[in-house]
Structure formats: structure tokens, C-alpha cells
């Protein structure tokens, strides 16, 4: 399903459910791809976020750090209620996993304002840690 001009995203994006929760379990699962600079708005999950990039480079910021580049096999997890978001870099597009648990009320994101385009250009980058998801 591509989502164009969709209320919370900048740009071309195109999603695919991968994992709906139901009576088993919680978890909820995504593929999305972003056009090159396409992004999410700022926004927050109750119980987190795994992301896992599958192809391109992705663009990733947790409030009041620095802008992350990831790329193909990379994970991050972003903590419960972290403000943040995430996209494609500049030079092209990208594909990750999203994955994330629903809260008790079916709640698996809770959507802020755009990321401007400054933020989203900041030349300060950092490659995240990597560990445990």
C-alpha cells in the first residue's frame, strides 16, 4: 500500500503489514519503504520499536541526540515513549522492518509534528552502538 502525501510522513512511502496483533500476541510488524529522503513525522511507541534495515541507508534521530545512519542489517531499538523518527537518506531509497508491540487499547503509536527539513539536513551524524535489539 503506498501512502502518498499520508498525514504523518513526508514524502513516498509505501507499507505492507507483515504481523497484526491478535489474540496471541501484541506484536505488530511492517515492511516500509521510503523514497530517498522520505521520513516519519516525530513521533513515540509505548513499548518501543525495533527497527531492522533491510535495504538502502536509513536515517534515524531520538530526541536530543544526533541524526544515526543505518544500513542493510542494521538494527536499532528505540526505547518506549522515545520521541524520534526515521527515513531514507538523501541518496536514495529505503526499506526497513518496524516492529513494534501494541499497547492494551491497540495503541502502537501516538504521531507528532513534521521533521523539518533543517533537522532531517543536520550535518552531524553517529553510527549507533550495536548490541541487543
Known sequence: ????????????????????ADGDSRLVAYEVTFAAEARTHWHTHPHGQLLLVTAGVARVQLEGAPVAELGPGDSLWIPPAARHWHGAAPAGPMTHIAMQEAAADGATVTWSEPVSDTTYHHD??????KGSP
Open 124 to 129: 552531524e551524524r553517529s553510527t549507533p552502538s
Open 1 to 20: 500500500m503506498t501512502l502518498p502525501e499520508h498525514p504523518t510522513f513526508t514524502g513516498r512511502v509505501s507499507a505492507r503489514a507483515l504481523r497484526v
